[in-house]
């Protein structure tokens, strides 16, 4: 007697319509994709002069900003992408009032994470003499988030940027990073490489505040919570989102409000200790 083979489970609605958005978000953003190819051009603007006085972060260069003005919002696209993902983020920020947006793009021929750190590094110092600001903000899609974090976490950069938004990182690594036999640099983004484990070194003192947007339905981040920040020496809140899955993170609405909201926060870091937490976006 020959059994009938059981039928494989249903999709949900939720993941159904989540689908079929990232189709829809990956439509719009192969036509905009062109228009991202190239890096953007900005106008350098002599900084103030900072006077006289030692600068009270030994190790960089006197960039004073006037306390009036806003910090840059640094922005960083995932793998094999450009800086056109960003374009209603970007409308949304400088609809409420950001006059400082930046986007940077890397090569997807880098081999290594480190290396993209480093221009990170690099672009930041640019846009703080630029603007004459002392720090950035970054929010970060995908691979964009964890180049940021390398940076702020192992390149000293928490001493340039205050806030680091994240949008369905790899922060534990991720189990279905596409081509992982063949590009080094997704490699890295595998749980258990060199490099994932490197961030999970000690940084004490870290100065930045991370706020990490993670997706019930990214299909790209395995097991999903690795998109959470935990480390217990970092600033850290996790944000779950619902209902939309890992291209959708950075032009969704709701998103945008939610990083809007966390780059507006006024919350100190001086003197506090670290602390974790969760919220979520529906």
Request: aromatic share 4%; glycine share 10%.
């Amino acid at each position: 007697m020959k059994l009938p083979l059981p039928l494989p489970p249903r999709p949900s609605t939720g993941l159904l319509a989540a689908t079929v958005l990232e189709l829809v978000v990956l439509t719009g953003h192969l036509a905009a994709y062109p228009f991202g190819i190239t890096q953007e051009r900005h106008a350098r603007r002599p900084a103030p002069d900072p006077g006289p006085g030692p600068d009270p972060r030994p190790g960089l260069r006197p960039l004073p900003g006037s306390p009036d003005a806003e910090r840059p919002v640094v922005l960083l696209h995932g793998f094999i992408d450009n800086r056109s993902v960003f374009v209603l983020l970007r409308r949304a920020l400088a609809r409420h009032g950001r006059r400082h947006l930046a986007s940077l793009n890397y090569s997807p021929l880098t081999r290594d994470l480190r290396t993209a750190a480093e221009l990170l590094g690099r672009h930041v110092e640019e846009v703080c003499a630029r603007t004459g600001q002392r720090e950035v903000d970054i929010v970060g899609h995908s691979l964009g988030g964890l180049i940021a974090r390398y940076y702020v976490q192992r390149l000293g950069g928490d001493h340039r940027v205050r806030t680091l938004v994240t949008l369905g990182t790899p922060h534990g690594g991720t189990a279905v990073a596409p081509g992982a036999g063949i590009h080094p640099i997704v490699r890295q983004m595998r749980g258990g490489s060199p490099l994932i484990e490197e961030l999970r070194r000690p940084a004490p003192g870290c100065r930045t505040r991370f706020v990490s947007f993670w997706g019930e339905l990214d299909q790209v981040m395995v097991p999903a919570e690795t998109a959470c920040v935990d480390h217990p020496d970092l600033d850290a809140v996790n944000v779950r989102v619902t209902g939309i899955g890992h291209l959708a993170l950075p032009v969704h609405p709701a998103v945008a409000t939610a990083v809007r909201e966390a780059l507006e926060s006024q919350e100190t870091r001086e003197g506090t200790a670290p602390s974790t937490g969760t919220s979520s976006v529906a």
